[in-house]
């Protein structure tokens, strides 16, 4: 019998350490646990300073600074303390239970606390309302053992009672629970010596409040004109924390159920007070417990209303007595039933608790993982917050620059000083500007900031914006005139750094805006290399900022590279076309310039990286494989599948190596495959180096669909030997990839035009339909003889007819060219065939293709006879595919365009 008691409640235990281990990680830290993190972080001489300002006392966060020395400051090691001491929790209450209402009903109370959706909440909270529960039940056990003649445990009593004081300021209303069940007590002489007890462990107390008292007092009196809440009527303060007590914190949505289920749970804790009106220690020890603490935080809210959100967290002291009375009241009407209702309760707000993000727009872990992956460790992070400096102290403690609280809660010498000292050391000052509480400070940090500094940064997470500020720099505009479009105007710009080491590193950059329309547009800044690859690109609103912060993200191989600048508009991305008078014209872009990266100084640690799936695979031991990232795992033939590879020197190199990306199919067949040597020469790695390497495979066009490996290795070009993984095998496999088919179209069309020419060995144009649109959704076709006639404002539609004769895996894009009489290019509708739906590398020999384009008429364009000329290039710069026959590019025969004047 024994056994299987110490059974069940042994399984009891181990289910509320499981339901409070559950998704433990799953929520983000809120602001109350930022201020847990901010205390914990401190000296103790600093701790108690800062803790005698604020609303709670500072035994929590001393402890929880020696867990943190022992475990870390990750939000789940944080939180395991939390489960720690709620479980802990668990077999106190069943003892606690057993004293006063024996077996049965003890176990059924500790089933309650372990399902408790309150108790779970807060057993999964970096705050104290779970060590001061524990500690007030334990302190209530021992006096009800006092009481019995147990004076042994009266250093405990004092211990426990004074420790829940300098835990939680509420804990006073647990002592006078106390007192009142010591007066309703009729064992004088054990009566007489609690009462010395309790006044012993309030003695132990009496330095803080004197140390604290008037701080305290001034703290809640500030609060309360700021917060500007009403008193709480009793009825329904009472029925909001009893209906909490039993269903916990649910969202809106389930209201009705709250209320019903918390009315359902509170009756039953009624028929318990009921069924012990012949127990007068239990009632009266039950009832003191669970109403005084109740009744005292409804009197302090008349004089000092506070009631947030959750704000019944407060007085989670009185839990234990509500979950012992109904599990009195269950024992006592219908057992099986009535607890099985409880639980069916319990469960379901669980499950509400388990799967409902709670502060969804206060999440700062997306926020903390930009700022640990693109910051420099000289560089800080701007609090205004206390809770903000917790939350990086935990999110990024390596990896984040450090956190510091503004100088001041008000604008003025103090915070500029503060500013102007970060960037006369070099410091790029991060900015998490919290927009949820009028922003006043945030908005007049960031405004001084722009109007001084490089902005880098601007882009929202939830609730707040973060912001990055690179130091000033004197700089002159070298002039230009390039225009964007028909609207935009850049007249000058200064590239500040030229050179930059990407561990991470930061370019400065200024544009000086010569006219720019109220349109919605944004500005991209994009590194390429001498290839056109992109290997760092941002984006920033037009005209909001003419200095600009460009960040190199670590693991960007040192070298060359050009800083290209385009405008787009916001809504649908369309690139304006770029003329600064220097052919060819247009194009998308305007080059800046050029900027020499040079290798980290250091080692950047490996974290750095933005790596999206992770391998860590050794490779020879010259190398390892950090990881890597796919543009997709389902692509259709022809579509180029990106790779980006992630590799660490694990020592000074002195071979080139290069690497292989292949598709392969079970039997190690090679279906496609490209390699090239790293654009960071091998031979230059040096140890601890960690370097990003990106491949683009192409999926043939007649590849049958179906799903393969992508394997990637590295070997040396001289003997042709592959570095061996830790297992022997000389490649690595790292994702499975499903090829799908494209849909082919073999009749032959009609075009209304005929043409005859033929691109290299890749395609012939067979004809093409031509119309004009007009502003007002007219379509006007040509003329019998293929005059097109049209007007400024109209738009040309050409569609192109192909006749693919062979493949290529290359990715050609359609030149159109309206041309005048002397064969100049004065109107253009580029465009990958179909828009890029149907890549030239998808084309199999005997289809056809239809692809349209569209030519705009300027409205600057004169009167007169003009030509359409079209053609095969490799984007953005790169030659053009030759006619068989010579020749560049194809005149189509009979489309005369006619442009008539108003």
């Known amino acids: 019998m024994e056994k299987s008691r110490k059974g069940v409640v042994v399984l009891i235990i181990l289910t509320a350490f499981a339901l409070r281990m559950l998704r433990l990680d799953f929520q983000p830290l809120w602001w109350d646990e930022g201020y847990s993190v901010y205390f914990a972080s401190m000296s103790l001489p600093s701790m108690i300073e800062a803790t005698s300002l604020d609303i709670h006392p500072p035994l929590y966060y001393a402890l929880l600074r020696g867990w943190i020395a022992l475990a870390g ?37 500790a089933l309650l606390l372990a399902c408790s959706p309150f108790h779970v909440y807060y057993s999964q909270e970096i705050r104290m ?29 004092i211990l426990l009672s004074a420790l829940a004081l300098y835990t939680q300021y509420y804990a006073a209303f647990i002592l006078l629970a106390h007192a009142a069940i010591i007066l309703a007590n009729r064992r004088k002489d054990q009566a007489q010596v609690a009462v010395v007890a309790l006044l012993v462990s309030l003695t132990f107390y009496l330095p803080w409040v004197m140390y604290s008292g008037e701080r305290l007092f001034l703290y809640v009196q500030g609060k309360k004109a700021i917060e500007q809440y009403s008193p709480l009527l009793l009825h329904y303060f009472l029925a909001r924390h009893l209906a909490t007590f039993g269903m916990g914190h649910m969202p809106l949505r389930l209201a009705p159920l709250f209320w019903a289920g918390g009315a359902v749970l509170s009756a039953l ?99 903390a993982k930009v700022v640990s992956t693109l910051s420099s460790p000289d560089d800080v992070v701007l609090c205004v917050y206390p809770w903000q400096i917790g939350y990086f102290l935990s999110y990024c403690p390596e990896l984040c620059p450090k956190p510091v609280l503004v100088s001041s809660p008000k604008w003025g010498h103090e915070v500029i000083s503060q500013l102007e000292s970060f960037w006369r050391e070099g410091r790029k000052v991060w900015f998490p500007a919290f927009q949820a509480r009028g922003a006043i400070l945030e908005s007049q940090i960031e405004d001084y900031a722009s109007s001084k500094a490089f902005v880098g940064m601007s882009k929202w997470f939830g609730t707040t914006r973060l912001l990055l500020f690179a130091p000033p720099k004197a700089f002159s505009f070298q002039p230009v005139r ?57 984006d920033f609103p037009l005209a909001f900022w003419n200095r600009y912060a460009f960040l190199i993200p670590a693991g960007t191989p040192p070298g060359r590279y050009e800083l290209r600048l385009k405008v787009y508009e916001r809504s649908s991305g369309t690139a304006l076309d770029a003329f600064d008078g220097h052919p060819p014209e247009p194009e998308p872009e305007f080059s800046l310039g050029t900027l020499t990266l ?45 790779i980006s590879l992630f590799w660490q020197a694990r020592e000074d190199l002195a071979s080139n190596y290069v ?13 496609a495959g490209t390699e090239s040597s790293p654009l960071y020469p091998t031979s230059l790695w040096r140890k601890g180096l960690v370097v990003k390497d990106v491949h683009s495979l192409v999926i043939p066009a007649t590849l049958k669909p179906g799903t393969y490996n992508l394997v990637v290795g590295i070997y040396n070009p001289a003997d042709g030997s592959r570095l061996r993984t830790s297992k022997g095998d000389d490649q690595v496999l790292i994702a499975r990839v499903k090829v799908n088919p494209r849909p082919h179209a073999f009749a032959r069309p009609s075009p209304t035009f005929k043409a005859e020419a033929t691109f290299g060995s890749l395609a012939e144009l067979i004809g093409y339909d031509l119309e004009a649109l007009a502003p007002s959704g007219d379509r006007i076709g040509p003329e019998p003889g293929g005059t097109l006639r049209v007007r400024r404002g109209w738009t040309i539609h050409l569609t192109l007819y192909w006749h693919p004769i062979g493949t290529t895996d290359k990715f050609y894009s359609v030149f159109v060219h309206l041309v005048d009489e002397k064969g100049q290019d004065v109107a253009y ?74």
Request: charge should be negative.
């Open 482 to 538: 390039v225009r964007f479009g028909q609207e935009v105007e850049l007249a000058g710009f200064a590239l500040v750094d030229e050179e930059a080491s990407p561990a991470p590193g930061t370019v400065r950059i200024a544009l000086q805006w010569g006219k720019i329309p109220d349109a919605p547009l944004n500005l991209q800044l994009r590194l390429t290399d001498s290839l056109g690859r992109t290997w760092a690109q941002q």
């Open 73 to 109: 400051p990750s939000p789940f090691s944080l939180r395991l303390f939390s489960v720690l001491i709620g479980t802990l929790t668990i077999p106190l209450f069943y003892f606690f239970a057993r004293m006063l209402l024996g077996e049965t009903i003890a176990q059924v109370a």
């Open 129 to 157: 309302y779970g060590l001061v529960t524990l500690l007030g039940l334990g302190s209530t056990a021992a006096l009800l053992l006092v009481l019995r003649d147990k004076m042994a445990l009266i250093p405990v009593y």
């Open 829 to 902: 509708g580029d465009s990958p065939p179909v828009n890029g739906q149907t890549p030239t590398t998808s084309w199999v020999p005997g289809e056809y293709i239809a692809d349209p384009h569209f030519i705009p008429i300027p409205e600057s364009l004169p009167p007169g006879l003009y030509r359409l000329q079209v053609g095969l290039y490799l984007p953005p710069y790169g030659p053009r595919l030759l006619l068989v026959g010579g020749g560049d590019s194809f005149l189509l025969p009979e489309a005369n365009i006619i442009l008539e004047g108003e």
């Open 659 to 671: 690497v292989f990306v292949q598709l392969q199919d079970n039997h190690r067949k090679v279906l």
């Open 269 to 367: 804790v009624a028929v318990g007070i009921w069924t012990l009106r012949k127990n007068p220690e239990a009632l009266w020890s039950l009832s003191f417990y669970l109403f005084v603490p109740l009744l005292g935080g409804f009197a302090v809210n008349l004089f000092y209303p506070f009631h947030p959100v959750y704000f019944e967290r407060i007085l989670l002291i009185s839990l234990p007595p509500f979950l012992l009375l109904l599990a009195c009241g269950i024992s006592s009407f219908k057992p099986y039933l009535s607890l099985n209702a409880a639980l069916t309760l319990m469960l379901i707000s669980l499950a509400s608790f388990y799967f409902t993000p709670r502060y969804p727009q206060d999440d700062y872990r997306p926020l």
């Open 598 to 642: 040079s290798p980290p100084s250091s080692a950047v640690v490996p974290e750095k990286l933005e790596v999206p799936n992770r391998l860590e695979e050794e490779l020879g031991g010259e190398v390892r494989l950090l990881g890597y990232s796919l543009s997709s795992r389902s692509l259709s033939t022809g579509e180029a599948l990106a």
